[in-house]
């Protein structure tokens, strides 16, 4: 299970410490254009060590188009995007090789396949979602300009951001991607605080994708919603996944839910938009809103209780260079992961010849 999508299908490959990672897209429509310089600033906005408050590992996340393009233009082939690892540190792990991490993916990969890769997690690093980066890149071109999908960390730990100070232009000013520059501000003070602990925290991470048409999705098993939720929840450490008002629906009345609608000169106008865009599993024209929760990283300085791969009992304190919240390098994640699955179901939709 190493891809995802249907008419546009994405297939990842390789590890953490691995020589290098990457993915191959296939779906994609002949004749757009694509280069390397496309694809890279959303690598950048992933990237590893660009500040205090991520992972020091420092990866240059160079990417290279090794098919499916010519003169600067998709083939309509498979296009295979591979990116270098060139700062792994695979010693920082000979400690707890034997040693199952709590939190991680060490006790339940090895009971699965009866091997596992202990250097960074192997396949379960979250270093994988940089194919998935790239992946929407190309995922961008196929929706063209009129869809603008943007993300941003909405909550670190207990402490949330003020809706009323929500500023777009403030995610690129700040290392959390947050759009409440007071917040931001606490945030680096609480992730300092717990850095300095040995600790980590959570986040939540809101994407929107704005200018999707309605009549994109199914009613039944290819909701768009659905698969939404499954792309999110298959991203490193996501643990809840919601569109627009989400959990929160279930507090409101059947008036307080309702989006109510009126005539419009390009269709109706919703007076609110807690459904996220989407009804019946089909995209309304609203903006496509969806939030999913990160967990603390697992990694932690902390000493923890854990048993050996033998089952003996023991601690563990994770070393090495990791996020102290790896929810803030989740949001050019989110939005990769939902550029995909629009342009999977773009191309759905332009299968029925609509």
Not at 108 to 122: H, N, Q, S, V
Not at 191 to 202: F, P
Not at 299 to 318: A, H, K, M, W, Y
């Amino acid at each position: 299970m190493n891809s995802f999508g249907h008419l546009f299908r994405v297939t990842t490959f390789g590890e953490s410490h691995g020589p290098a990672i990457g993915c191959v897209v296939d779906g994609c429509p002949p004749l757009l254009p694509l280069d390397e310089a496309w694809i890279q600033p959303f690598l950048d906005a992933r990237r590893p060590g660009q500040s205090r408050f991520t992972t020091q590992r420092r990866e240059p996340d160079t990417v290279r188009i090794l098919s499916g393009v010519y003169d600067g233009q998709t083939t309509g082939h498979p296009i295979t995007l591979q990116i270098d690892n060139v700062d792994q540190r695979s010693k920082d792990y000979s400690e707890i090789s034997d040693k199952y991490r709590p939190g991680h993916a060490d006790y339940t990969y090895d009971a699965k396949y009866g091997i596992r890769d202990p250097r960074g997690g192997g396949r379960s690093s979250a270093r994988e979602t940089a194919s998935r980066v790239a992946a929407g890149a190309v995922a961008r071109r196929i929706l063209g300009d009129g869809v603008r999908i943007r993300g941003c960390v909405t909550q670190i730990g207990p402490r949330a951001i003020d809706r009323a100070r929500f500023d777009w232009d403030e995610v690129a000013r700040n290392p959390f991607f947050g759009p409440d520059a007071d917040t931001a501000s606490k945030w680096e003070e609480d992730l300092d605080a717990t850095r300095k602990n040995g600790s980590s925290l959570g986040a939540i991470v809101e994407v929107i994708a704005e200018g999707v048409p309605a009549g994109w999705g199914a009613p039944v098993y290819g909701k768009l919603d659905a698969d939404l939720a499954a792309a999110m929840m298959s991203i490193n450490a996501v643990k809840g996944v919601e569109i627009g008002a989400g959990f929160a629906a279930a507090s409101f009345t059947g008036e307080q839910n309702a989006d109510e609608m009126r005539a419009g000169n390009h269709g109706p106008t919703f007076l609110s938009n807690h459904a996220g865009g989407v009804l019946g599993g089909i995209s309304s024209g609203q903006p496509v809103v969806v939030r999913f929760a990160v967990k603390p990283t697992s990694s932690i300085l902390t000493p923890l209780r854990t048993i050996t791969s033998s089952g003996e009992e023991t601690e563990i304190s994770t070393k090495g260079r990791h996020d102290p919240c790896v929810g803030i390098r989740a949001v050019p994640v989110g939005e990769a992961m939902l550029a995909c699955v629009l342009a999977d179901h773009f191309l759905r939709h332009r299968a029925l010849g609509r």
